[in-house]
């Protein structure tokens, strides 16, 4: 059975930061690529970030460039949100997802077979 445990959201204002931290539990699974996805209210789920688990390459929305960052610790099976000046519009639940087999796409959601429950982040102006 595998599980993504997601924490780390919460209030804050902005031009600060937060980190969220997605654990992946399964004694022996090991993701082919880690993701970030967000929802805000009345909007579709939207792609954020994600990192390729067997050499660390890393893939950014548009929107987050240059502020966020997707660290990982591979011997913790444990991915990382990290962001930075952030803003109201990043306001969204976030949530962390998994691939098992690699794929072409790492924006499309329906490529992330494992989903966690979703961290809310607001960020007031």
């Known amino acids: 059975q595998v599980q993504l445990v997601e924490s780390g959201g919460g209030l804050v204002q902005a031009g600060d930061f937060l980190r969220l931290s997605c654990a992946v539990s399964?004694?022996?699974?090991?993701?082919?690529?880690m993701g970030w996805f967000r929802q805000a209210p009345g909007k579709e789920r939207e792609f954020v970030a994600s990192?390729?688990?067997?050499?660390?390459?890393?893939n950014y929305a548009d929107s987050v460039k240059g502020r966020f960052s997707i660290p990982r610790d591979s011997a913790e099976n444990t991915v990382y949100l990290q962001m930075n000046s952030l803003k109201p519009e990043d306001t969204a639940v976030y949530y962390c997802?998994?691939?098992?087999?690699?794929?072409?796409?790492?924006?499309?959601?329906?490529?992330?077979?494992?989903w966690g429950q979703g961290t809310q982040v607001t960020v007031s102006s």
């Open positions: 997802a998994a691939q098992r087999y690699y794929t072409d796409s790492y924006s499309y959601a329906g490529n992330y077979d494992y």
């Open positions: 399964g004694r022996t699974f090991r993701p082919t690529r």
């Open positions: 990192v390729t688990w067997s050499d660390g390459g890393t």
